[in-house]
């Protein structure tokens, strides 16, 4: 078996530019990034096909394609709603019937699916629903929110209804809120502040998100690309389900988490208040695959490619060499 390799994210220039395409997957059109001129006319090992989180774009997974565009085809897909991609409803399975068609317009065969949050919620279903399409799924930060909702911060326990009524709540109280594009004076505003969120970012990567994440407005102001009404797929996601249908998963899944994930994105927003589940929970929770293992990387929160991508592209490439 060869022995993975490492590097910095350095040895492939940051400038780099994938070609843009956008194909027709049924319901509507989607935009992805092809990083198929990092080959060099040399054959590729496969195909890696990564999906975005929330909020995000198919830029967001850049510094992986970057890793691994000289030995596989890399492709990024825009999800619904996101980046250049039409807009539409959100649901997890109109985006998993989206991923379907994509793979059946770009002719992938036993594709590596790579799915980041909201991405490895759409990969892994999708996996489960059509379980012999892929060749292997690795799930970053993808296994949806780490709370034991039977143990509220108040400590009182509650009963698996109690429980399913108190997320209910906390995303209807999600949904009431009014959506909201948030506008930037110019693009230094908007790479200041998104800097601020991510303070592993150097100015140059931070820069190179932000430049391809925003648009432009008539006044000279930036806003970011992706549909605020995009968190709406929270509504309907139902993660009983989901498990269900990882129990179908046939091919070897890598589950990567961010060891600061919790304090740094999973306590707040929808989950605050709850409580971090057990290891005894999060075992069960593993269970669900019939061939996975985990990687914890310290030091990365909810965006392991922005905090950790070195220590992310290596857990990847350790797992490819085991296919």
Do not use: K
Not at 107 to 135: E, K, M, W
Not at 246 to 267: K, T
Request: include cysteine; proline fraction near 5%; aromatic fraction near 8%.
């Amino acid at each position: 078996m060869p022995a993975a390799r490492s590097r910095t994210i350095a040895a492939v220039p940051n400038r780099f530019e994938p070609r843009q395409h956008r194909i027709d997957v049924g319901a509507l059109t989607l935009n992805h990034l092809d990083y198929s001129d990092l080959l060099n006319n040399r054959a590729p090992l496969g195909t890696i096909l990564t999906l975005h989180g929330q909020a995000d774009s198919a830029w967001s997974m850049h510094s992986i394609a970057l890793e691994f565009g000289d030995r596989y085809r890399v492709l990024s897909l825009d999800l619904r709603g996101h980046g250049l991609s039409d807009r539409g409803g959100y649901a997890v399975l109109q985006m998993v019937a989206d991923l379907a068609g994509a793979i059946d317009a770009l002719d992938l065969t036993d594709p590596i699916i790579v799915g980041h949050s909201l991405g490895g919620q759409v990969s892994s279903q999708f996996c489960g629903i059509y379980p012999a399409v892929a060749r292997a799924l690795v799930l970053v930060e993808g296994m949806g929110p780490p709370v034991d909702s039977r143990r509220p911060s108040a400590g009182v326990e509650l009963t698996d209804d109690q429980a399913q009524l108190a997320w209910a709540r906390r995303v209807a109280d999600l949904m009431r809120q009014p959506y909201r594009s948030r506008t930037f004076d110019d693009l230094d505003a908007a790479v200041e502040r998104f800097r601020a969120g991510h303070p592993g970012l150097s100015p140059d990567r931070a820069l190179h998100l932000v430049e391809r994440s925003t648009r432009v407005l008539d006044n000279g102001a930036h806003e970011w690309l992706f549909d605020p009404a995009t968190r709406d797929w929270l509504a309907g996601h139902d993660q009983e389900r989901a498990y269900q249908r990882w129990r179908s998963i046939d091919c070897p899944v890598l589950v990567v988490n961010g060891g600061d994930a919790w304090a740094r994105f999973w306590s707040q927003g929808p989950s605050a208040g709850a409580v971090r589940y057990s290891d005894a929970a999060h075992a069960q929770r593993m269970a669900n695959f019939a061939n996975a293992y985990e990687v914890v990387i310290p030091a990365a929160g909810h965006m392991v490619q922005y905090d950790q991508p070195e220590a992310l592209n290596q857990a990847i490439d350790e797992f490819l060499t085991r296919l």
